[in-house]
């Protein structure tokens, strides 16, 4: 983590160069000193979380207890990491790759304090994973679009031209072109549905893949320790559940930069992946047993449960999703070159 952010500081301006400045300078690839100083900061933190976790660990091994140095400079790290945020807003950079590891960044300090054994290396994984998922499915998007425009695109002018089978196809595409360079919103399709399942696989895999949520003992304790020396259930089950989320946070942020590069009207995914687990819910209600064992039926019952509790969590991850996407655009998508198109 330390790594990629030192090296996106590195090439900021080569990869925000790539998209075409736009007149109201919601994309505009320059860098300004501000929020490169800010995204120092956080680099820094990163750093700075390595070399407070390896000395409260090496602390805890010693049998020495955690020093209340390394105590005030963990949370200090921990706090400031959530907060420095903010601080983009001074002078913000509306570039989605900007954004993605400014939120990157957030939460790397919790998970390296936090982790135990590789959870680090999961959440590095899985924010790469979601960035290019965003990028193929806008690569599959802009793929679908017609290539040519579209006066290109109109059949051409002739007596018999009523009679070609091709004509309504071509004005359908033709209007679809159009819109997309008008920056309209288009409506879905069926291949929206597809994002909408891998939304769903992804939302699973944040939440198991660093945990077994049916025992509450397969969350160490270790972790918090290095914060919370002594035993507190509320405090630390607080920051267990802090570090459940955060990739919550990362999957409904790439969702909501998508669900614009796709020029979707905010909130359709969403739509989507709620009417998905608005049937779960239906499916795993009639699947709801009333005989049977104990075991049987407290099964059904808490399957049931979660799927119900899976639409509410989907509609709260949009506010977040809305949040923390505010502002970005995408009003070049492509440059033409030599009469070619670029994909960014």
Request: proline share 4%; charged share 15%; net charge neutral.
């Amino acid at each position: 983590m330390l790594i990629l952010g030192v090296l996106y500081i590195a090439f900021e301006k080569s990869i925000l160069q790539q998209v075409k400045p736009s007149g109201k300078g919601l994309a505009a690839p320059a860098p300004d000193g501000i929020s490169r100083a800010i995204l120092g900061v956080q680099v820094g933190l990163v750093a700075l979380a390595m070399l407070v976790t390896r000395s409260s660990i090496a602390s805890l091994q010693a049998k020495a207890g955690l020093p209340l140095g390394t105590q005030v400079l963990g949370w200090a790290v921990l706090v400031t990491s959530l907060i420095l945020p903010f601080a983009h807003g001074l002078n913000p950079n509306n570039h989605y790759l900007h954004r993605l590891a400014v939120i990157f960044l957030t939460f790397a300090p919790m998970f390296i304090i936090l982790t135990i054994s590789y959870e680090g290396l999961f959440y590095f994984a899985y924010s790469c994973t979601l960035i290019s998922w965003v990028r193929l499915e806008h690569r599959v998007y802009r793929s679908t679009l017609p290539a040519h425009t579209a006066s290109e695109l109109q059949p051409t002018t002739s007596p018999t031209s009523d009679l070609n089978p091709l004509a309504p196809a071509l004005a359908t595409a033709a209007s679809r072109k159009s819109a997309a360079e008008a920056h309209d919103y288009r409506s879905l399709t069926l291949a929206d549905a597809r994002i909408a399942l891998f939304f769903l696989y992804l939302l699973q895999s944040g939440f198991f893949s660093t945990g077994n949520i049916a025992s509450i003992s397969s969350f160490s304790l270790d972790a918090v320790y290095r914060l919370i020396p002594i035993f507190d259930p509320f405090s630390q089950g607080a920051l267990l559940i802090l570090k459940i989320l955060a990739p919550f946070v990362l999957v409904s942020a790439n969702l909501g930069i998508l669900t614009k590069r796709l020029k979707l009207r905010g909130g359709a995914l969403f739509a989507i992946v709620m009417g998905i687990g608005d049937w779960l819910t239906l499916r795993f209600f009639w699947a709801v047993r009333d005989e049977g064992s104990w075991l049987e039926i407290g099964e059904s019952i808490t399957v049931f449960a979660i799927a119900s509790f899976l639409c509410v969590f989907v509609a709260a991850l949009e506010s977040v999703s809305v949040a923390f996407t505010g502002g970005v655009e995408f009003t070049d998508d492509e440059v033409v070159a030599n009469g070619q198109r670029k994909e960014l």
